[in-house]
């Protein structure tokens, strides 16, 4: 049966590494995938870049009000009709559309609750799995709308882990704007793009107290 999964961490925790290492794990055994991220996620564009340097441009981008079920059926189509093209039909399901064995989805964080919703809905009428990567809270300690859902709705959790700069396990993604620790602002504020320079640095509890002042929050 098609799961769910939600694959969460701290930031530097290796998520987009891993997402490209399971699309490559896929593809290596001639099957399709199809890759895709919240177009929120300005930096890097249209691409998944791992800190590792791999990058890999995605198949669709997703917008707020966006139906995720409809987007991943025209691309499953499109995949149907350059197989029909090309006279390789292989993969094609009983539908005739192309056989796609997963989607997997970068910063899933950035989703609406409707649109994690259309996820669970591919996964259990489309029957393909949907492998969702991304961060539980924002920069202070509250939960994203998009990893709230998904920790409600998915089959199964993995979190990925990394560490503090004390040594501890990291949980939590503290904002610094012009390398200052801050604690107020939008949910959203993609690093490295900003000119004020927003960073994040992943901490652990006792860390981000200490920095915070001791609020969560």
């Known amino acids: 049966m098609a799961k769910l999964y939600f694959r969460y961490g701290a930031m530097n925790s290796g ?23 919240p177009e929120i996620d300005t930096k ?20 707020p009000g966006d139906d995720v079920r409809a987007l991943f059926a025209a691309e499953r189509q499109r995949l149907a009709q350059d197989a029909a093209q090309a006279l390789v039909p292989d993969g094609a399901d009983a539908e005739g559309a192309a056989g796609v064995a997963c989607l997997l989805l ?15 809905r591919i996964v259990v009428l489309d029957r393909v799995p949907v492998l969702a990567y991304g961060i539980r809270t ?23 882990k990394t560490i503090c700069r004390c040594g501890r396990k990291a ?29 994040y640095e992943s901490m652990c509890a006792e ?4 920095e915070s ?3 969560l929050g």
């Open 15 to 37: 998520k987009s590494t891993a997402l490209l290492q399971a699309a490559y794990n896929y593809e290596e055994r001639g099957q399709r995938v199809l890759l895709a991220k």
């Open 44 to 63: 890097d564009a249209d691409r998944i870049s791992s800190r590792l340097g791999m990058t890999r441009p995605v198949d669709f981008l997703i917008r």
């Open 106 to 120: 970068d910063e899933a964080q950035f989703l609406t609750r409707e649109q994690v919703d259309d996820l669970l």
């Open 138 to 160: 924002d920069f202070r300690t509250d939960a994203f709308p998009g990893s709230r859902r998904l920790l409600e709705l998915a089959h199964s959790l993995e979190e990925l």
């Open 171 to 199: 949980l939590f993604n503290a904002r610094l704007v012009g390398g200052r620790f801050v604690f107020d602002g939008d949910q959203v504020a993609i690093d490295e793009l900003s000119a004020d320079r927003v960073t």
């Open 207 to 210: 860390c981000y107290l200490t």
């Open 213 to 215: 002042g001791g609020r």
